[in-house]
């Protein structure tokens, strides 16, 4: 976590592409490649917008980031931004169940969030997209889940509320839109226990990877809700 010496207005620029071109510079090199669509990183801001007061970088693998010294500055676009502090935490896969125990879970999306199902955007809040493409990242982290777990918990998963609406936004020269609100999710009581150990473990997952498509560009930013 970054955080910057003032608050800075990213409410009327394209900030999302601006946020992904500072975590690639942080995270990256120049030999790879910066527009593949899966990454081993996620990144949000702090605070709204209009009111950004620090930079949140997520690195999901169990191993060290490859970060030789945090930058002084912060660029977003135009923008030049003083770094007055710095936190790192580390949190070992195998714990983020602690993060949100039990068969149910609320969630704040306060980014807007979608899905690509079939080559397009699906902007809604579908239980088998949710998960099952949480354990796809959270196996990409190097993460352990079973086959017959996956399957079974984005299948059973069920989107049991919602107060959700949808919001625009600006990334890659074009408008496109997701939704934000909060989602309550949960599992049937006829689970069993090592697919609701990994509905707790994505559930925690989630706060660092976000959900869906374009997470390293800020979108899809979610925290747990209290019960």
């Excluded at 707790?200 to 800020?218: K, M, Y």
Aim: aromatic share 8%.
């Amino acid at each position: 976590m970054l955080d910057l010496a003032t608050p800075i207005d990213l409410g009327v620029q394209p900030y999302h592409d601006h946020l992904h071109a500072l975590a690639c510079q942080i995270f990256e090199d120049a030999s790879e490649a910066h527009h593949a669509d899966d990454k081993p990183f996620t990144a949000r801001l702090l605070g709204p917008p209009d009111k950004c007061v620090g930079v949140v970088l997520n690195w999901l693998p169990d191993t060290s980031p490859p970060v030789a010294a945090l930058p002084e500055r912060l660029r977003f676009g135009a923008h030049w931004c003083e770094v007055t502090g710095a936190q790192m935490r580390r949190i070992p896969l195998d714990r983020l169940a602690d993060t949100a125990q039990g068969r149910r879970v609320r969630l704040a999306v306060v980014t807007p969030a979608k899905f690509r199902q079939h080559g397009r955007d699906y902007p809604l809040p579908d239980p088998y997209l949710i998960y099952s493409t949480l354990a796809r990242r959270f196996r990409s982290a190097g993460g352990q889940a079973a086959d017959d777990d996956v399957r079974d918990l984005s299948r059973s998963a069920l989107l049991y509320a919602h107060d959700i609406h949808t919001e625009k936004y600006r990334w890659h020269g074009t408008t496109s839109a997701g939704f934000i609100g909060t989602i309550a999710l949960g599992l049937p009581r006829t689970a069993t226990p090592s697919a609701s150990r990994l509905f707790a473990i994505l559930n925690g997952f989630a706060v660092i990877a976000g959900l869906g498509h374009g997470t390293t560009h800020g979108l899809g930013a979610v925290d747990v809700l209290p019960p």
